[in-house]
């Protein structure tokens, strides 16, 4: 299996400042179709998750132009440009390259 | 509006049957790939099985094969996870999930599954 590892696992930051966290995959991401399928997900307290990027860049309707994601191959980033108080949570990034799919471990956000 | 609904969970003994029900709608859910994903207490995200949108295929994660099935019924925009000899450790919130483009977009509310004596 794919093991998606994730850094840091947990981010204490600052309102306002910048926050990345990294997603390094054991085996490389790009499909046989051509596209990268890493997927970074939001998980609130108390919440399911939502997600917030897929295939690597594209983000989602409805999600904030703070949040960006970037990277190839086997090396991952998403970046918050200036984190707000909703952003409190835990974040996976997810691979949808090779059976079976697999997650990060997750990292948690919080405020310092 | 898309909308995955959960149900089924609850308390069984171990080595105990459950099987769990997600109810979808806004969308066309006979074309879309359907997968299950758990989430232990206070743990990470686990991906379970998917099953294509006629049910001809299916896959699993390692954990769970020969013991769970996945299996959905267009007709009435239903999905399915049949759990059997279920284990201690396959306690979790299950969620029922949409896949689209090797990624999921939409998920459910999750229902939690407690497998304890």
């Known amino acids: 299996d794919v093991v998606m590892t994730q850094s840091p696992l947990s981010l204490p930051v600052t309102l306002g400042q910048p926050a990345s966290i990294s997603c390094r995959s054991s085996?490389?991401?790009?499909?046989?179709?051509?596209?990268?399928?890493l997927t970074w997900f939001q998980q609130r307290p108390g919440q399911s998750p939502r997600r917030l990027i897929y295939?690597?860049?594209n983000r989602d309707s409805g999600v904030p132009d703070r949040f960006s994601g970037s990277g190839s191959g086997t090396d991952f980033t998403l970046k918050i440009s200036g984190v707000e108080p909703e952003d409190v949570g835990v974040y996976y990034c997810m691979q949808g390259t090779h059976w079976p799919r697999t997650f990060g471990q997750g990292t948690k956000v919080e405020i310092k | 509006e898309v909308q995955l609904g959960e149900s089924g969970g609850g308390l069984v003994q171990p080595g105990g049957s459950l099987r769990l029900s997600c109810a979808a709608s806004?969308?066309?859910?006979?074309?879309?790939?359907m997968s299950w994903v758990r989430q232990a207490p206070g743990k990470g995200l686990e991906w379970m099985a998917n099953?294509?949108?006629?049910?001809?295929?299916?896959y699993y994660v390692d954990s769970v094969k020969g013991r769970f099935t996945i299996s959905r019924d267009n007709a009435k925009s239903s999905l399915y996870l049949q759990m059997n000899s279920l284990r201690v450790e396959d306690t979790a919130v299950y969620y029922c999930?949409?896949?689209?483009?090797?990624?999921?977009?939409?998920w459910g509310q999750g229902t939690l599954v407690t497998v304890s004596s």
């Open positions: 999930v949409r896949s689209v483009w090797n990624s999921i977009d939409q």
């Open positions: 099953i294509k949108p006629d049910g001809s295929e299916k």
């Open positions: 806004g969308f066309t859910f006979s074309s879309t790939w």
């Open positions: 295939k690597v860049s």
């Open positions: 085996q490389s991401l790009v499909h046989s179709d051509g596209n990268t399928y």
